[in-house]
């Protein structure tokens, strides 16, 4: 078992024996997340992979809540940045504004990137190094800004 998943587990074990509700709801929902995967992938989860996993969770948590704001449904919105709290525990530090930038200028410097053409090559080597510390989207706009400019 991932050392993340393992973690997972014992932060549920921890949130029933202090009857948090509102936590241990959301760490059950990650842990069958991570098994459904499990189960249709037939394959063991590796840290990198729980990272993405929760990384997607978080995006789409993120989503619900501007939608839900724009409804004027505070209630949905509320449960939805609760549920983004947690799954955020799991998740590493996110990166600075600057360590972005100098990784993307690093990733574009590597790889020789000098057009809009070689977008896909340095967001392959940033993707890894990013993966659950910074939206994609986000450095999606930096690599474009480094690669026009």
Do not use: H, W, Y
């Amino acid at each position: 078992m991932s050392e993340l998943k393992q973690q997972i587990t014992n932060e549920m074990k921890a949130a029933m024996r202090a009857k948090e509700k509102a936590r241990l709801t959301t760490i059950r929902m990650i842990l069958a997340e991570l098994k459904r995967i499990e189960v249709d992938e037939r394959i063991e989860l590796d840290d990198t992979r729980v990272l993405a996993v929760l990384d997607k969770m978080s995006k789409q948590r993120r989503d619900s809540i501007s939608q839900f704001e724009e409804a004027a449904r505070m209630d949905l919105a509320d449960a939805e940045r609760q549920e983004l709290e947690v799954i955020k525990t799991f998740l590493p530090q996110p990166l600075t504004e600057e360590e972005i930038a100098a990784l993307v200028k690093s990733a574009a410097d590597s790889s020789g990137a000098q057009s809009m053409q070689d977008m896909g090559k340095v967001m392959a080597i940033l993707k890894p190094q990013v993966q659950g510390r910074a939206d994609m989207g986000i450095i999606s706009k930096l690599v474009k800004e480094q690669l026009s400019g």
